[in-house]
Nanobody, 124 residues
C-alpha cells in the first residue's frame, strides 16, 4: 500500500506561482513512477505531469509545458509540482498518483494509488 498526501494548494492571481508537494509513505517510493493529474468542475480528470522513479524522465501535458516543472526527492519521499505563469484555466483539484512501475505514464488507468487532492484556484 502507498499513502499519498498533497499540500500547497491555494488561491493565487493569474501570472503567479505555486508549488505543490506530494508526500508518500508505504511502498518504496523510489521504485514508483509518479504523476500529477487535475480535475476542474464538470470535467474529467486529466494528466498534467509525470516523472520516472529516479527522476530522469519527465512528461507534460501540452497545456502546461514551459510553465510547470515536476521533480522528486526520493530521500524525502516527496514529489513536487512547481507551477508558474498560472492561468485561470489551471484552476482545478490537483491529485498526485503513484504507479506500480518505474517509467512515466500519462493515463489514469496506469496509476494505482491516489491522493485526496488539493485545490488550486487562479483568479483572473
Amino acid at each position: 500500500q502507498v499513502q499519498l498526501v498533497e499540500s500547497g494548494g491555494g488561491l493565487v492571481q493569474a501570472g503567479g506561482s505555486l508549488r505543490l508537494s506530494c508526500a508518500a509513505s508505504g511502498r518504496t517510493f523510489s521504485s514508483s513512477a509518479m504523476g500529477w493529474f487535475r480535475q476542474a468542475p464538470g470535467k474529467e480528470r486529466e494528466f498534467v505531469a509525470a516523472i520516472s522513479h529516479l527522476g530522469v524522465n519527465t512528461d507534460y501535458a501540452d497545456s502546461v509545458k514551459g510553465r510547470f516543472a515536476v521533480s522528486r526527492d526520493n530521500a524525502k519521499n516527496t514529489m513536487y509540482l512547481q507551477m508558474s505563469s498560472l492561468k485561470a484555466e489551471d484552476t482545478a483539484v490537483y491529485f498526485c498518483a503513484a504507479r506500480l512501475g518505474t517509467a512515466v505514464a500519462t493515463s489514469r488507468e496506469q496509476y494505482t494509488y491516489w491522493g485526496q487532492g488539493t485545490q488550486v484556484t487562479v483568479s483572473s
